[in-house]
């Protein structure tokens, strides 16, 4: 009987191992993919024998039991392991087989304790053979090490509850004895620490930020449309006041107007491949299958869109570039949760082989500038505009609008020789300050701050104003934004919760035309140093 030849995928994959694997069925999942199975550094001695750590960070699977366990070459017997999952449920190893198996979804930890071994310090080799369905037979070669942790300090933590009173008194009294440190600011803090999982570790008390408020900002939005104080958090004299200059001087003017042009948050794997070619036939295969490849990263999410997935081929890699609609939240775990998924798919149908994998080639620029980012968009893409008067630009700026042009126009010159990722004056200020106050992951400024600012002298004498923010990320919703003092900051914009990120889009890019407008027109002016002179501690 000849058994024909799949055309794709798992099947092609299966076919391969029918014929030439001795009746064996097992996937052909990259060695270097599968060692990531293993957790390095979990290898322990413990009271009940030395433990290890296995977690999927493949595919949803099952465990079906182990055919071969050796530690340094030598064999384990199975009535001598017994695993317990990361939701405390305890087997032993000889209850599990394949009519048997239990769950290994993708993020569960199995803890694997062999019974009566003590390991010294130093390397030891691992080899486990396992079935773990849809994969099949599983070989898994790795090398960790027993450490001698006595010699490492580490700040203390209470494994069963990290966030009590108790916990965050022994940090204190852990700060006390290495840095001789009394506590009387930190430790003040109206929040409730058990709240603070998923925001925070080894919590010891707030850092307290001056918070003051500028504007209020008039703000004409598709979202925003009102008259809005902005909450800025900051220790820099002059910053607020600034900000509320330029406020007022956009106020006088009829406000600004707010336009959220895109939206799409990227998380952007790496796919290695022995040559070009196999790349660029890879890029074709996964267009080829847009539709069901979207159908798996939208399944991870209630909320997660995808809206395209880019591709940039270079020498052996495919960087691909999946971008997403992530609602009101700003994205970034959630774009991962669902680019894992679609990677996972794509790993076991590509009928071509893969070399290695990488969810994150550095490509996304998470946190950090790029060009990608200015002309693709990560975030919100939002534009601040507003044609000042004449009037307004002498009687409350006190600059000459022809000066103030000229000299962007010369800033621009600047801007390019020195290579920077803006050519404003200084988005960052407003961006950080106002991120600080609301609860945004402040990281982000590095990515958010990429502002385009351009002003045109118009016939009139009056100059219309603008700024690009092609890489704004901002959320109302999850992360630090539910905070008790966050939220407070975000009620003050009326954008607390789900529905408003792109109205705190538009105002946030208010923020930041305000304070070009007001710093562009001192420096114009000749009245920087002074201002910080009467309001700041440079004196």
């Given at each position: ?33 599968l060692k990531r199975l293993y957790t390095y550094g979990s290898l322990q001695n413990t009271d009940e024998g030395v433990r290890f750590e296995v977690k999927n960070r493949l595919q949803d699977a099952e465990f079906a039991g182990v055919e071969r ?145 500028a504007g209020p900002l008039r703000v004409e939005g598709e979202h925003a449309d009102g008259e809005y104080p902005i909450p800025l958090a900051t220790t820099e004299g002059t910053l607020v006041a600034s900000y509320s200059r330029g406020m007022k ?291």
């Open positions: 009987m000849v058994v024909p030849k799949p055309d794709s995928g798992i099947l092609n994959r299966l076919y391969a191992n029918l014929v030439g694997g001795n009746g064996i069925v097992s996937l052909d999942v990259p060695e270097k993919v366990l050796e530690i340094n070459g030598d064999e384990v017997l199975p009535s001598d392991v017994t695993l317990e999952t990361s939701e405390g449920d305890s087997y032993e190893l000889t209850e599990i087989d394949e009519t048997d198996p239990i769950g290994f979804p993708v993020g569960r930890t199995v803890y694997v304790t062999v019974a009566g071994l003590d390991l010294p310090t130093g390397d030891h080799d691992i080899e486990i053979d396992f079935l773990a369905p849809p994969f099949g037979s599983l070989s898994l070669s790795v090398t960790d090490a027993i450490r001698d942790e006595e010699t490492v300090t580490s700040v203390p933590r209470d494994e069963a509850d990290n966030y009590s009173e108790e916990a965050i008194a022994e940090r204190h009294e852990f700060l006390a004895e290495e840095t001789d440190t009394e506590l009387d600011h930190v430790t003040e803090y109206s929040i409730d620490p058990e709240g603070l999982e998923g925001n925070i570790e080894n919590f010891v008390g707030v850092a307290q930020m001056p918070m003051g408020l001087a956009l106020n006088l003017s009829g406000g600004v107007k707010a336009t959220v042009v895109d939206d799409r948050m990227n998380r952007a794997p790496v796919f290695v491949f022995e040559d070009a070619r196999t790349a660029r036939d890879f890029r074709d295969w996964v267009f080829d299958h847009y539709d069901t490849i979207r159908e798996k990263a939208e399944e991870t999410s209630s909320v997660a869109e995808l809206v395209e997935i880019e591709d940039y081929l270079t020498n052996n890699y495919a960087f691909l570039r999946f971008d997403f609609k992530t609602g009101d939240a700003a994205g970034q775990n959630m774009v991962g949760k669902a680019t894992f998924a679609a990677c996972n798919w794509i790993l076991n149908e590509f009928p071509g082989y893969v070399e290695n994998f990488y969810l994150e080639g550095n490509f996304a620029t998470d946190k950090k500038h790029s060009q990608v980012n200015d002309m693709m968009t990560r975030g919100k893409r939002v534009t601040a505009e507003a044609t000042i008067p004449e009037e307004v630009f002498t009687h409350h700026l006190g600059a000459d609008p022809e000066s103030l042009v000229h000299h962007g126009e010369v800033a621009n010159i600047g801007s390019m020789l020195a290579g920077t990722n803006t050519n404003g004056a200084h988005p960052a200020n407003g961006l950080a300050a106002l991120f600080i106050a609301t609860g945004q992951d402040e990281a982000n400024v590095a990515e958010s701050s990429a502002a385009l600012v351009n002003a045109t002298l118009l016939d009139d004498n009056s100059v219309h104003v603008s700024v690009t923010i092609p890489s704004l990320i901002v959320a109302t919703y999850g992360g630090g934004t539910g905070l008790p003092t966050q939220n407070e900051a975000l009620q003050m914009l009326d954008c607390d919760g789900a529905g408003n990120v792109n109205k705190f889009a538009e105002i946030a890019a208010g923020v930041v035309l305000a304070g070009e407008l007001s710093l562009a027109s001192a420096i114009s002016a000749s009245d920087w140093v002074t201002s910080h002179e009467e309001l700041g501690r440079n004196r």
